[in-house]
């Protein structure tokens, strides 16, 4: 039985597997079982911001000498070192890290502090959004998850896009009325095409919250680790989160983990008997992982943003200039790219042609696609794959 045989009698999947069967990978490109190289631009969907194969952090996991498991009761010297960076890394006054898996943990955990600590249970989120696929995350994501799982999943206010001032006054009153634990979003919403809120709608969002007493969830585990071209897209916003998801670029792909990251305050809340507990949230190789890859981000900081904002510039110019069959609307911070046509298939269309072509990256839908390169593509690198898409528009 060949792989595709096996994998479709023995994997559950949402979809059928696309036909690519992926047996190594290297710096800007997965390669397949049959030799082809394909360069990605879609890097895990927002996973691999330093690229795949990355010499400092293969070595650190390579060399790694610990225990192979720690239960999550013990000390373990290097959770306290992973959490002491992200607190220092992290906006406003985030300093405490809860362990998880990855990223729909990491919103599960969020949600549970949220209605720990203000003793509500109601949340705002947009409309269309995708914070993971546990039923919390679900009841925050898009409204479709509903035509599912029905009555399952709890009670939540999604705001409509655009995110601007009619959009902010619909936050106010929602939350005026004080029974609103938590407000959860991507400061850059990767799962919407890459849509920009405006300046004014998180400023007043965020007074609100204040105001009203309700968390302000910021989940950057799309967004996080250099993808907008800050470390974290909050920041563009000057937010101040009283929690943070983090998950994807924070290993990199060199290993699997999430963290929920929040005020001393809200981890307060969380400090009762069996409040949260994984298994194999953050394992020791994972940590390892993550310290690897966090300090080679820290290392070259500046000279990674400096190049995700150049090639920003690039990628923009590029895509402006090439001819697509239908009028494109381009939206992109840093190395996050959103390209949505009106008629409903024919960014589909495109991604399998480039696919074919030697590019992989993704729709969002039918009518978007999506690019998410490493934040350290070089030019030449970056025309190529662009080279490629212009001749599948
Ligand atoms: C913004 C956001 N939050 C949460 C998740 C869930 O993360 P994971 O797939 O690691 O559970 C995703 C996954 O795509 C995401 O994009």
Same mark, same amino acid.
């Given at each position: 039985?060949?792989?595709?045989?096996?994998?479709?009698?023995?994997?559950?999947?949402?979809?059928?597997?696309?036909?690519?069967?992926? *047996?190594?990978?290297?710096?800007?490109?997965?390669?397949?079982?049959?030799?082809?190289?394909?360069?990605?631009?879609?890097?895990?969907? /927002?996973?691999? &911001?330093?690229?795949?194969?990355?010499?400092?952090?293969?070595?650190?996991?390579?060399?790694?000498?610990?225990?192979?498991?720690?239960?999550?009761?013990?000390?373990?010297?290097?959770?306290?070192?992973?959490?002491?960076?992200?607190?220092?890394?992290?906006?406003?006054?985030?300093?405490?890290?809860?362990?998880?898996?990855?990223?729909?943990?990491?919103?599960?955990?969020?949600?549970?502090?949220?209605?720990?600590?203000?003793?509500?249970?109601?949340?705002?989120?947009?409309?269309?959004?995708?914070?993971?696929?546990?039923?919390?995350?679900?009841?925050?994501?898009?409204?479709?998850?509903?035509?599912?799982?029905?009555?399952?999943?709890?009670? /939540?206010?999604?705001?409509?896009?655009?995110?601007?001032?009619?959009?902010?006054?619909?936050?106010?009153?929602?939350?005026?009325?004080?029974?609103?634990?938590?407000?959860?979003?991507?400061?850059?919403?990767?799962?919407?095409?890459?849509?920009?809120?405006?300046?004014?709608?998180?400023?007043? !969002?965020?007074?609100?919250?204040?105001?009203?007493? *309700?968390?302000?969830?910021?989940?950057? !585990?799309?967004?996080?680790?250099?993808?907008?071209?800050?470390?974290?897209?909050?920041?563009?916003?000057?937010?101040?989160?009283?929690?943070?998801? %983090?998950? $994807?670029?924070?290993?990199?792909?060199?290993?699997?983990?999430?963290?929920?990251?929040?005020?001393?305050? !809200?981890?307060?809340?969380?400090?009762?008997?069996?409040?949260?507990?994984?298994?194999?949230?953050?394992?020791?190789?994972?940590?390892?992982?993550?310290?690897? &890859?966090?300090?080679? %981000?820290?290392? &070259?900081?500046?000279?990674?943003?400096? &190049?995700?904002?150049?090639?920003? $510039?690039?990628?923009?110019?590029?895509? $402006?200039?090439?001819?697509?069959?239908?009028?494109?609307?381009?939206?992109?911070?840093?190395?996050?790219?959103? !390209?949505?046509?009106?008629?409903?298939?024919?960014?589909?269309?495109?991604?399998?042609?480039?696919?074919?072509?030697?590019?992989?990256?993704?729709?969002?839908?039918?009518?978007?696609?999506?690019?998410?390169?490493?934040?350290?593509?070089?030019?030449?690198?970056?025309?190529?794959?662009?080279?490629?898409?212009?001749? /599948?528009?």
């Amino acid at each position: 039985m060949n792989t595709a045989h096996k994998d479709k009698r023995y994997v559950g999947r949402d979809l059928p597997a696309m036909l690519l069967n992926i *047996t190594g990978s290297e710096g800007n490109y997965l390669i397949a079982a049959d030799g082809k190289r394909y360069l990605d631009f879609m890097m895990g969907w /927002c996973v691999g &911001n330093i690229g795949w194969g990355n010499k400092e952090v293969k070595k650190r996991l390579r060399n790694y000498k610990g225990p192979d498991y720690v239960n999550p009761g013990y000390l373990y010297a290097p959770w306290a070192e992973l959490a002491e960076l992200l607190s220092k890394i992290t906006p406003g006054k985030l300093s405490k890290s809860f362990r998880a898996t990855g990223g729909t943990e990491a919103v599960e955990i969020a949600l549970q502090a949220a209605m720990s600590h203000t003793k509500r249970h109601k949340f705002i989120s947009i409309e269309g959004s995708y914070h993971g696929h546990s039923i919390g995350a679900m009841s925050v994501g898009a409204s479709y998850f509903r035509d599912w799982y029905k009555n399952l999943l709890f009670h /939540c206010h999604k705001i409509k896009p655009p995110l601007d001032a009619e959009a902010a006054a619909k936050v106010e009153k929602l939350l005026a009325k004080g029974d609103i634990a938590a407000l959860i979003m991507e400061p850059v919403i990767c799962n919407l095409g890459v849509l920009i809120p405006e300046k004014e709608f998180m400023r007043r !969002v965020q007074q609100a919250c204040k105001k009203y007493g *309700t968390l302000l969830v910021m989940d950057e !585990v799309a967004t996080g680790f250099g993808r907008t071209g800050k470390l974290f897209a909050s920041e563009y916003y000057k937010l101040q989160p009283d929690i943070m998801c %983090l998950a $994807k670029g924070i290993t990199g792909g060199y290993g699997g983990l999430g963290a929920t990251i929040m005020t001393e305050k !809200v981890a307060k809340s969380m400090e009762f008997d069996f409040s949260f507990y994984s298994t194999f949230g953050w394992h020791p190789l994972a940590v390892e992982a993550a310290t690897a &890859n966090i300090k080679f %981000l820290l290392k &070259n900081k500046n000279k990674i943003l400096r &190049n995700t904002l150049r090639m920003e $510039k690039y990628f923009v110019d590029r895509l $402006k200039k090439m001819h697509f069959r239908y009028p494109a609307e381009i939206r992109i911070k840093g190395l996050a790219i959103g !390209v949505e046509f009106k008629d409903p298939n024919y960014a589909a269309e495109i991604t399998e042609k480039c696919m074919h072509s030697g590019l992989l990256f993704s729709t969002l839908g039918s009518n978007t696609f999506t690019l998410f390169p490493t934040l350290t593509i070089d030019k030449k690198t970056a025309k190529a794959g662009l080279d490629i898409l212009e001749k /599948c528009v």
